[in-house]
């Protein structure tokens, strides 16, 4: 099993001192990779509604880091760190820039970046960016998703898409990755796996949260489905990395069922999540030690590095 963390995207913990401090310390202590969310701008009032806590709102106060931004930052102090976007809205940003963004990331990094996407869920936010139609995104998201590997790997190149079109471009260098930096995809809605078996090289949930919880037996039945719409792709499903999101939202409310959440209480009982997902074809945990401080932070990585990691064992 592999494990990442989240880094600080907004709040008192974004700064430069914050993000480095963790992301530093996640890697001294062999956590494989780092999670950098993705906002830009949040409006004052919304009606849109955020998936992943129970009264449906975004827990920020209106703050946010840009992604790519901290990505830079953290590539230029970490030397092994895997460097993960969790998860880019791909509709936010102009495809060829954001490929080129990307591949430069990948060339500077050393070969460390995956790209995590999503479609996005802050109407409000697309509509001050002026992105694509918010309705059509999930078709946007898979043109783009064509545009970078395109430019990513062919030199001259064009593209004629519903959305997008160029003629006769040269985006060197490529990504050190090859045949491109790994593109996960996150969600578990039917949208979201079958993006996943047609495009990606990962599938990035979010679970064990009470709006979402996604506990083994629901995952087995996704990872199923998944197989299936990869083999009706021609795709090798057992190339596929599952990389299961534990964010800290909601944490003093069980389940749906009244349940202890996964990855909640004692060592032990976390170390025995760990094997059941693991057990069922989860290859990554991406773990959320964000606490009121960054040395509240660090704490709950070493914590977890000194108490659960021991009982799971590689």
Do not use: C
Not at 260 to 266: C, D, L, M, Y
Request: without cysteine.
């Amino acid at each position: 099993m592999r494990y990442g963390f989240y880094l600080p995207t907004r709040g008192p913990m974004a700064t430069r001192d914050g993000v480095l401090s963790l992301a530093r310390e996640g890697e001294r202590l062999g956590l494989h990779s780092a999670m950098i969310a993705d906002h830009i701008v949040f409006p004052v009032t919304s009606e849109s509604e955020y998936p992943y806590t129970l009264d449906r709102r975004h827990p920020s106060g209106g703050d946010a880091l840009e992604t790519f931004s901290i990505l830079g930052v953290v590539a230029g102090a970490t030397e092994k760190l895997r460097l993960v976007t969790s998860v880019l809205v791909l509709p936010y940003r102009n495809p060829v820039l954001t490929a080129k963004i990307v591949a430069s990331l990948d060339v500077l990094s050393g070969g460390r970046v995956t790209l995590g996407v999503g479609v996005g869920w802050l109407k409000e936010e697309f509509e001050a960016l002026q992105s694509p139609d918010y309705e059509r995104r999930g078709a946007v998201a898979d043109e783009w998703l064509a545009i970078f590997k395109r430019l990513w790997t062919q030199s001259p190149t064009s593209f004629a898409g519903q959305f997008y079109s160029f003629a006769n471009i040269r985006a060197e260098p490529f990504p050190v990755q090859k045949p491109h930096p790994p593109i996960w995809v996150g969600g578990h809605s039917r949208a979201a796996l079958r993006r996943t078996a047609r495009h990606a090289d990962g599938w990035h949930p979010v679970g064990a949260v009470a709006a979402s919880p996604l506990p083994p037996e629901e995952m087995r039945a996704h990872i199923e489905t998944l197989k299936r719409l990869t083999a009706e792709e021609g795709r090798d499903f057992g190339a596929l990395t599952v990389s299961y999101k534990a964010p800290l939202y909601d944490t003093a409310i069980s389940d749906r069922d009244g349940s202890r959440r996964s990855f909640s209480g004692s060592a032990q009982e976390i170390a025995g999540d760990i094997r059941s997902f693991g057990k069922i074809g989860v290859h990554e945990l991406i773990f959320d030690f964000r606490g009121r401080t960054i040395a509240e932070s660090i704490e709950g990585l070493q914590r977890f590095a000194a108490e659960v990691r021991p009982l799971v064992g590689d």
